[in-house]
């Protein structure tokens, strides 16, 4: 449940309440005027206004105040939340249709912020994770507010002002797959099928618990599990890929192992090598099938892993499935095939420029020029 916004108010007053209690032994008076009307305080209640009145003063407009609008309504979202180097203070007040955040300080040490929203029902979730600092840095401590609209057909953040993107679900940005990596582990709450290769069946107990927790009811526990694991580059790549292509796992547990592989090969696409070794044909197949997954969160995802990862072997299965795919899905198997093609050999470039052009889309100008850019590629 996300944090009312508001609430950090009554937990300063409570605290000052407390203090004054202390102080008030030592006697004290102030004079307050309220709506013209002026009057004395005595003691405990003299110490507790003065104390709340000198820290409000000091966070006073020392915040950047981000609303999020469209469609996150009550009846549309079950919660909404942004991090950055921790989650941000929010919530959506009673009779509100905006989500609204509060980012205290002049600095963000993240290079991005991520917002989660879930939907009602089990329609997954829509995690936009690399939303550039630089949309909220240079507001940062000045008491202005940054409305951006969540708009669920276009699966998109537009910032109301600026008539400009915030961000798109995943880190797909210009046709590709931004190359973007947290600077620092968010600071968020920590709880701290077969095997694919034989020597490491078993995942060590601290990977075991991190994998456990991509599947918690808590939204900050399962962020924690995915920065973690994604930090530990090579060491978790086969008990993130076992969770990834277990039948029984979650949905949950599934987004989370493929977020953690993605952030590993952002930061260093030679660490997702490993997983050509572990993966199987089958196994490439079942992850193409998800980059044809109706759920956008999930095909995002497993097209960046498939990107990232750049196996040429996708190529003859990914030609395979395009006739049957939806439009997104032949839109992420191309661009597959396009990131494949850098490790390809002659057999297999081939077979790309005999089948591809056959497989335009009438209805698809966007993957029709995708599909010209691939056939223009070096030694076509």
Known sequence: MAINPFSWVVEVFIICTGLSIIFGAFGSRAKISVLGETG???????????????????????????????????????????AGDQPYAGGMLRGQDSWDFYIFGGQIKNSTLSLRIE????????????????????????????????????????????KTIVAKVGCFEDGAFANRGQKKQIDTISLISSAFAADNSNPPSPTAELIRELNSDSQYVRQSARESLGSQRTTVINPLLQTLLAGDASYRSKLGALVALNKIGRNNRQDLLPAKAILSEENLAKILDIANDPEKTMRVYA???????????????????????????????????????????????SLVFEKLPSLKDDGSDKTNKLIDSVMLEPDS
């Open 303 to 349: 097209s960046e892993f498939l990107y990232l990862l750049a196996d040429p072997r996708t190529i003859g299965i990914a030609l395979q499935k395009m006739p049957a795919a939806a439009s997104d899905g032949r839109y992420n198997y191309i661009l597959i095939i396009q990131s494949s093609l850098r490790e390809a050999d002659e057999a297999q470039r």
């Open 40 to 82: 004395a305080l005595l003691g405990v209640a003299a110490i507790a206004v003065i104390v709340f009145m000198v820290l409000i003063d000091q966070v006073s407009e020392r915040y950047v105040h981000v609303r999020i609008i469209g469609d996150v309504k009550a009846k549309q979202v079950k919660t909404v939340e942004l």
């Open 119 to 162: 939907p009602l029902g089990d329609a997954g979730e829509v995690y936009f994770e690399c939303i550039d600092v630089k949309k909220v840095s240079p507001y940062l401590a000045s008491g202005k507010t940054l409305t951006w609209n969540y708009n669920k057909k276009d699966d998109r953040l537009m910032d109301v002002a600026t």
